[in-house]
């Protein structure tokens, strides 16, 4: 008994000692954040953004800091007297990616045409709130390694959001200028 117990241990330390040996990288990535609350209908959403350098867990690719980047949208939207909010980011590191992951979560706010939901949706321009790059604690650029083919792939999107190119638009339309912007229904 004690032998199996020596070796639970043993394991658990283990355990808890792998996320300290995992690899960190540095990559731009695309992320946008909702902010709600269980008081009120209303629902905000950022644009989606490109981050230039955020830190990414190898193993899992999760997103290091991610509470420091909900913190960011809340501290901005207590700030506009909107206390009291739930606030989640959502990351991808591939343009597609991340508009699939806005689009669903859009959606489950606005609803459909036939089940429409009783949210308020409201966007917040990138104008007014940008997120910014968090480096996690005793973090440097020599402890991982830069993500070089992601940071091409960020430029070309960059220079395509500048020529008015990037599918910026929810449904998934070009956002061309000679086109007529699509506004969906607010409820």
Request: net charge positive; with cysteine.
């Amino acid at each position: 008994m004690k032998l199996k117990f020596v070796a639970l241990i043993i394991a658990l330390l283990t355990l808890h000692a792998i996320p300290a040996l995992s690899k960190t990288r540095c990559t731009p990535v695309y992320i946008f954040g909702v902010s709600a609350s269980f008081n009120d209908s209303i629902v905000y959403f950022t644009d989606i953004q490109i981050i230039d350098s955020a830190w990414i867990e190898e193993r899992g690719n999760m997103l290091l800091g991610r509470l420091e980047y909900s913190y960011q949208l809340r501290s901005f939207v207590n700030a506009r007297g909107e206390a009291n909010r739930t606030c989640l980011v959502a990351f991808a590191f591939k343009e597609k990616d991340i508009m699939k992951k806005y689009q669903h979560m859009k959606k489950q706010f606005t609803g459909s045409k036939k089940r429409p939901t009783k949210y308020d949706v409201r966007e917040i321009d990138e104008d007014e709130f940008k997120f910014h790059s968090v480096t996690p604690d005793g973090m440097t650029i020599d402890d991982s390694t830069i993500d070089e083919k992601a940071s091409r792939r960020i430029e070309k999107s960059k220079a395509k959001k500048e020529k008015g190119m990037l599918k910026n638009n929810p449904s998934g339309a070009d956002s061309n200028p000679d086109s007529t912007p699509v506004i969906p229904p607010r409820h």
